[in-house]
């Protein structure tokens, strides 16, 4: 087996922005020359998650709603009293989404579905530069 790590850098615009790195993942899988195995995609920080979506713009609202809904802004957080930087929220939401994900590949192309890509989403209030870690193992 062989094991090939990559990185690609992302800059978000911070609070629940939204970025498709279906195409750079594709690309790096296609590059390791490797014909199958799986990609673990893994996001840097405690505010930033990554999953996959249809990347569209109705679920591009959704998503976010449904997390404000999970874990509101306006409420009271403890992390915000130990750092006030406003920003519990953010990390609440990250965990719950998660910061990796796994997708198989096979002749050297990502089994994703038809309408699933790759996204990275950003939780924090801010925007940040954000390193992206893919590690691709297989033969």
């Known amino acids: 087996m062989t094991i090939v790590t990559k990185n690609i850098q992302i800059r978000s615009r911070g609070g629940n922005d939204m970025i498709d790195i279906t195409r750079s993942t594709s690309k790096a899988v296609e590059d390791s020359e490797l014909k199958q195995g799986i990609v673990t995609i893994f996001v840097a920080g405690s505010t930033a998650a990554v999953t996959t979506i249809e990347f569209e ?14 874990a509101p802004k306006n409420i009271e957080y403890a992390h915000d009293k130990t750092w006030h930087d406003g920003n519990g929220h953010s990390h609440v939401r990250a965990s719950l989404v998660g910061p990796s994900l796994t997708i198989p590949f096979k002749d050297n192309r990502l089994l994703l579905g038809t309408w699933q890509q790759i996204v990275v989403m950003e939780m924090d209030v801010r925007q940040r530069e954000r390193k992206i870690i893919l590690q691709i193992m297989g033969e």
């Not at 591009?60 to 709603?65: A, L, Y």
């Open 57 to 70: 713009p109705g679920l591009k609202t959704d998503f976010p709603k449904m997390l404000s809904r999970i």
